[in-house]
Structure formats: C-alpha cells, structure tokens
C-alpha cells in the first residue's frame, strides 16, 4: 500500500479522502490530512484525522512514512501552491494535484482527475464565471468568424464559441496545418455544428470580400495577428501590413455585411509601445473609432501573456529543460502579466457581450510574475534542482522588449464593468481625418525608419528601445 497525505481538508480533501476510501484497489493507505484552519486539528474526516498545517507538512512525512502527497486545495493561490512543493522536494516525496473547478465536469473530484501539477497551478487564479444566459444571447443561433482560428487563442475561442450552439462557426487562417486539426477536433466534439473552414490572408482584401458575402457573419472574434516582437522588428512592415491593415480590411468587410459585433483581441504590449508589434495593436485599436458611426459595434480586449500559447515562454521553458538545460532568460528582474488561456478566452466572450460599441476592454491579469521565477517553477515540477541541476542563463532584452508591461496609457482611466475581472479602458480620442491620413502615408512606408518616424507621429508615447 502506497502511503498518501491529502493537503486540504476542505470539500475536495474529503472528496478525495471519499474516492479512496471506495477504491481499495487503488493501493493508497492514507495516513491523515494537512489543513491551517486551527479549529480543525486532531479532528477526522472519513477516520482519517488532521496532523498538522503546512509548516508540518515534512514533520508529517517523515514521521508517517509518506510515499505521495495530493494537494486538495483548487482554490489556493499560486503561492501556497509553491510553498507546499517547496515542502514536498525538502521532504523528498512524490506529489501531485485535484484539478481547479472547472476541470471537475461533474462537480465531484475523482481519482483519475488527480494529476500531476501543471505550470497553470502556480499562477493561483480563481476560476473564472460568466454569464452563461448573456453570452448565449449574442452567440446562440449566430454566424460566427474567428480569424486566426488556428492559433491558441483562436482554436480556445473556437472552442468557447461552438458551446453556445452557434448556426455556424467559420474558421479563417492563413496555416492550413493547425486548421485542419482544429476542424477534426470541432466535428467530432460536436457532430451537427456547422463548420466552415477557409484558407485566407487578412491582407488579401478580395478574399475576404468574397468570404463576408458569401458568409455574411455576424459576431466575428478578431485573433488572426503577428505577435512576436523580435521578429516584428526585424520585420516592421509585415507587422503594419498585417496587424493594422489586417484589421482595417476586416472591419470594413464587417460594416459591408452589417455585422453586429466585432470583437478585436489586442495586447498588453499596445500601452505606451516599445515595439512595432505592440504600436501596431495600438493602432489597430484606434481604427476602431474610424468607424464608430457604423452599425456594426466594436470593441477590443488588451491582456498580457498566456501560458503555454504557442511561441510563448513555457513551451520554450519546458524544450530547453527536456534538452538539460541551461533556460534563457532575457533579464533577472524581467516581468509579464500571465493567464490561463481558457480564462482569457471566457472573458474575451463575456466582454464581447458587455460591449455597446469602441469599448477598450481590460482583463484583470492579477500580479505580474517574474518570467525567472517561473523558470525555476517549471524546472522544479519537471523534477530538478534549478541552477544545480539545470542551469538559468540571461541572455539580455532583445530589441523592442520591456523589462515590465502595463495596462494602461498615463492619459487613460479605467470604468468598471458587471464583471470583478474585466474592466474599460477610457482611450484617448483621435482625429478622423488626420489619422486616416497617417494610416494611409504608413501603409507606403517599407523602410524600419520610416516606418518608426510615422509609427510615432500616430502615437505620441512609442518608445523606441
């Protein structure tokens, strides 16, 4: 018999204390429970009683013989998490995790939902809620375009979408590869959802004349976007091309069709830009009051990074710890804001629902984590000792990249929402005219320094770095 601790003696300790209890064949003795609610202490649960708090948790091991430790806390912020693996790698012991609410389908936690933890754990962010019945009223019978289907946020939103039972569901992308896949997925989760899936460029205006008016959709998730600032910068009239002028022919084909909701994803990375990639969202976000007086409504939604999208740290974190090392790291004190991609893309949906029209949305990203210690995070629970075992190396900030991001320009408020976790950014208001004018000269431009001197003029606060 394996000898098991359970961290949490809430609803989901006694869960998991219940599933092993009625599952012998599992081999799993469980020796007590751990909890810092003093009240509870000496008390049983199913027989099984309450040893300690967390400062026990090795006291505890090494007394009862502990083989594995499930942590049964779904709710714990990421720094309990951390501090009870910190416990566990002391203590030398095996431990694993109950997944957060959301995963729990049934509302019950089962034994095969226990699982090893994730880089997703550490960030500690309570499960996101929507409204069901609001966001159903704007998807529910509904044409729906996402653009960049294929990509991360894309396929989570396509996802989303499909469960609000939509008409149809077109998927727009450029990569035929990730496309296809998702098609497969979407088909066989849900058999008699209509999917349409095409292969296009947002800068091909024509194709996508000819996608809108055979389509005609009527809610279209805009995530189609090159995101790398690096290669932005080394690539500046791509960015333009493609991120502004994208957008532009987008937004354009929505008011052709007379679409009712255009919702834009944009970037942590437009607020008082660095790079090309984060002033070309910017801009792509200020061509949204161009059509203000248009019937379709428009709106755009800033956050910071996702974990484990593709390009972003994790996966990079987790092929360089497979290769033995060492993981790069751009600075020691570098940090990002992170969340989990279904929670950015469940409020992408609701914020789709609040929004009346040139609403800037902001999703609450919590506290920004130092992009070092989540490579040591990730270095531990891949079961090495961080700059022994695996080394960290700086590499230096590359072009266009900040040591921090930000929510918010200096000359921006903020207005709250119906949700705690989004609110209104109060963007500064443009010149019709002379903006499009500016769009129109920076459309030409193909040389990086003419791009950056017009990239200025139409954002006074981008900083070159």
Not at 53 to 82: F, L
Not at 141 to 162: D, F, H, M, N, P
Not at 337 to 361: K, N, P, R
Not at 393 to 418: C, I, M, P, Q, W
Request: glycine share 8%; hydrophobic share 40%.
């Amino acid at each position: 018999m394996k000898k098991i601790l359970i961290i949490g003696a809430g609803e989901a300790g006694e869960m998991v204390v219940k599933e092993i209890i009625n599952h012998p064949e599992t081999g799993y003795e469980i020796v007590g429970l751990i909890d810092d609610d003093r009240k509870k202490q000496g008390c049983l649960i199913n027989g099984r009683q309450i040893l300690g708090q967390r400062k026990d948790i090795i006291r505890v091991v090494n007394e009862k013989g502990v083989e594995e430790i499930i942590i049964a806390i779904p709710s714990a912020p990421g720094y309990v998490v951390r501090e009870i693996i910190a416990s566990c790698e002391k203590a030398k012991v095996a431990f694993k995790i109950v997944p957060g609410i959301l995963e729990i389908i049934t509302g019950d936690v089962h034994l095969s939902q226990i699982r090893e933890v994730k880089a997703d754990d550490l960030l500690g962010r309570e499960t996101v809620r929507v409204d069901l019945e609001e966001i159903s009223s704007y998807l529910s019978s509904k044409r729906v375009l996402v653009t960049g289907a294929g990509g991360s946020i894309g396929s989570e939103l396509c996802r989303q979408v499909a469960g609000f039972d939509p008409s149809s569901l077109l998927l727009l992308d450029h990569a035929e590869n990730s496309l296809y896949f998702l098609e497969i997925e979407l088909k066989e989760r849900g058999p008699d959802l209509k999917i349409i899936t095409k292969i296009a460029d947002i800068r091909d205006k024509e194709r996508l004349s000819q996608i809108f008016e055979e389509y005609q959709p009527e809610v279209i998730f805009h995530a189609a976007a090159h995101k790398h600032v690096p290669l932005m910068e080394a690539n500046p009239s791509e960015a333009i091309k493609n991120n502004v002028l994208g957008s532009k022919n987008l937004m354009e084909e929505a008011i052709g069709v007379k679409a009712a909701r255009f919702v834009l994803i944009s970037t942590d990375k437009a607020v008082n830009p660095a790079s090309i990639m984060g002033a070309s969202k910017r801009i792509s976000e200020m061509l949204m009051q161009v059509y203000e007086e248009s019937p379709t409504k428009f709106m755009a939604v800033r956050f910071g990074n996702v974990l484990g999208s593709e390009g972003s740290v994790v996966p990079l974190f987790k092929k360089q710890i497979a290769a033995g090392g060492p993981v790069t790291v751009t600075h020691p004190e570098a940090t990002r804001y992170f969340m989990t991609i279904h929670e950015a893309v469940s409020l992408i949906i609701q914020a789709g629902a609040i929004g009346q029209g040139q609403e800037v949305f902001l999703l609450n990203m919590g506290e920004p984590i130092k992009i070092v210690n989540l490579a040591r995070d990730l270095i531990t629970l891949s079961g090495f000792e961080p700059d022994k075992e695996i080394k960290i190396v700086y590499t230096g900030l590359r072009e266009g990249e900040k040591l921090y991001e930000e929510l918010l320009t200096s000359g921006e408020g903020t207005g709250a929402t119906f949700h705690k976790e989004i609110f209104m950014a109060k963007p500064d208001r443009i010149e019709k005219e002379i903006f499009k004018r500016q769009v129109e000269e920076l459309a030409k431009e193909r040389k990086k320094e003419g791009i950056i001197e017009k990239v200025s003029e139409i954002i006074p606060d981008y900083k070159v770095i």
